[in-house]
C-alpha cells in the first residue's frame, strides 16, 4: 500500500547459509556499512559458528543472546549478493570489478 517494493525470503539451513556468507563478504570487503547501533554492534560480536557432530556449521548467536540485527543488515545486505559461483569456505577475495556497487 505505501508503494514499498517487498520481497519473502524464506529461511532454511541453505538459506541462512547463503544469506550470512552473503553478509561476511560484503562487510570484510567494503560493500556495505552499518550504522553504529549498540545492539547490531554487540550481535555481530557475539555472532557465532559452531561445528556439528554431522560436521554443519551451525550460524547464530550463542544460548542466550540474540541474532535479530545481525539477521535484518543480512536481509538489506541480500539485495547486493555475491556474485554466483564464489565459494566463501575458500575465502578468496572478489575482485571490485566483479561486486554490484550501490
Known amino acids: 500500500r505505501m508503494g514499498l517494493s517487498v520481497l519473502p525470503y524464506q529461511f532454511t539451513e541453505a538459506s541462512k ?29 557475539a555472532y557465532t559458528y559452531e561445528l556439528t557432530e554431522g560436521g554443519k556449521l551451525k550460524r547464530g548467536a550463542p544460548s542466550g543472546y540474540h541474532d535479530d540485527c545481525v539477521t ?7 539485495a547486493h549478493k555475491v556474485p554466483i559461483g564464489y565459494d566463501i569456505e575458500s575465502w578468496g577475495q572478489v575482485e571490485s570489478s566483479v ?3 550501490w
Not at 547459509?17 to 560480536?45: C, F, M, R, W
Open 99 to 101: 561486486v554490484q556497487t
Open 72 to 78: 535484518a543488515l543480512a536481509l538489506a545486505a541480500w
Open 17 to 45: 547459509k547463503a544469506l550470512i556468507d552473503n553478509l561476511i563478504v560484503q562487510i570484510e570487503g567494503h560493500h556495505i556499512t552499518y550504522p553504529p547501533i549498540t545492539e547490531l554492534l554487540d550481535e555481530l560480536s
